[in-house]
Structures are given as structure tokens and as C-alpha cells.
């Protein structure tokens, strides 16, 4: 949670417990209550407290406002965006998006034909999608390289990590030339 709102939630919680402890003082005290809001009453019924209802009609507002958005943000879910949870009997196991992503880069690597792989792994609602981009050797059916690469990725994916693999997608950028431009020096 980042500083600002907890820095509100604590501002919200200091005057929660003071009203708090104001509805238990009443509870205990009820004439106190009677007192309390007759003069509150006739600060605000008067014609000159105009500037005075504005702000207590604000202080409502923002209460309500920070009311609904904290309510909201303990509904949302929490869970971290960047890795994949299983429960097992024993417990949660969380593997990083980072982790499935080595473990498709290697499987790709090892397609006869593949020169250079990047890969991109997005988290779906119960498994993962992946993206592969390729650069293959020249001579190579781009086909077969690109089924090879679909199949290995998705079982050692599903293998290795246990995360059920949605789709892999494979793109190939380029084919490798062998030609390296360098700088001339004179």
C-alpha cells in the first residue's frame, strides 16, 4: 500500500476511535447526547452558519468518500500480479512470472534452428500465456522449428512448474544472417 493512503487510513482510523469513544461515552452517559447535539443543532440552524454547514457537509463527504474507497480496496483482490499461485494440501506456492519465463527460454533454446529467443509470460485466469519471439537459422522450415518450439515450451512449462499453459504464441522477428556489422577502424 503505498505511503499517502496509509498515511489516510490512519488519519481515518484516529477519528473513527474518537467517534468511537464519543458512542460509548454516550451509550454509558445518554443526557450527554441530548446536550451534545442541541448545540450542535443550534450552531448549524443559525442564518449566519452557512460556512459552517458547507464544512460539516464536506468532513461527511470526505468520510464517506475514504469509507467507500478503503471498503473497496479490501475487496479487491490481492493477489500479486506477477506470479502464479497453486494450493496444495499442505500450502500456497506462488512461482514467479520471471521463473516461467526462464524456464520457456531454455525449452525454446533448445529447438534445433532456434538462434535467439525473448519471451513474454502473461498471467490468465487459471494458467499462464506465453509469448515467444524467435530469430531462427536460415535453411529451416519456420514451420516445424515453430510447432517444435509450442510443444517443448508447453510440457516443460506444465512439467516443471505445474502451471497449466493456456496458449503459446511464437513469433519469428528474423532469420539469422551471420553477418555482423562492425565499426570501421582506419
Known amino acids: 500500500m503505498k505511503i ?26 445518554p443526557d450527554a447526547y441530548v446536550d451534545i447535539s442541541e448545540h450542535i443543532i443550534q450552531a448549524i440552524s443559525t442564518d449566519n452558519a452557512t460556512a459552517l454547514r458547507i464544512a460539516v457537509f464536506a468532513v461527511a463527504l470526505v468520510f464517506f468518500a475514504l469509507s467507500i474507497m478503503f471498503l473497496l480496496s479490501g475487496v479487491r483482490s490481492s493477489k500479486d500480479k506477477k506470479a502464479v499461485s497453486k494450493h496444495t494440501n499442505i500450502g500456497e506456492i506462488s512461482i514467479s512470472l520471471n521463473s516461467i519465463e526462464n524456464i520457456a527460454i531454455n525449452a525454446s533454446k533448445k529447438t534445433n534452428g532456434v538462434r535467439e529467443t525473448k519471451t513474454l ?25 515453430t510447432e517444435d518450439v509450442q510443444q517443448r515450451v508447453k510440457k516443460s512449462v506444465e512439467d516443471t512448474a505445474g502451471v497449466i499453459v493456456k496458449a503459446v504464441r511464437v513469433v519469428v522477428d528474423s532469420i539469422y544472417s551471420g553477418i555482423t556489422h562492425r565499426p570501421r577502424v582506419e
Open 4 to 29: 499517502f493512503f496509509r498515511i489516510l487510513l490512519a488519519i481515518y482510523a484516529f477519528c473513527l476511535a474518537v467517534f468511537s469513544a464519543f458512542a460509548m461515552y454516550v451509550a454509558i452517559f
Open 121 to 145: 509470460v502473461r498471467k490468465s485466469d487459471d494458467g499462464v500465456e506465453i509469448e515467444i519471439r524467435l530469430v531462427v537459422m536460415p535453411d529451416m522450415s519456420i514451420p516445424v522449428i
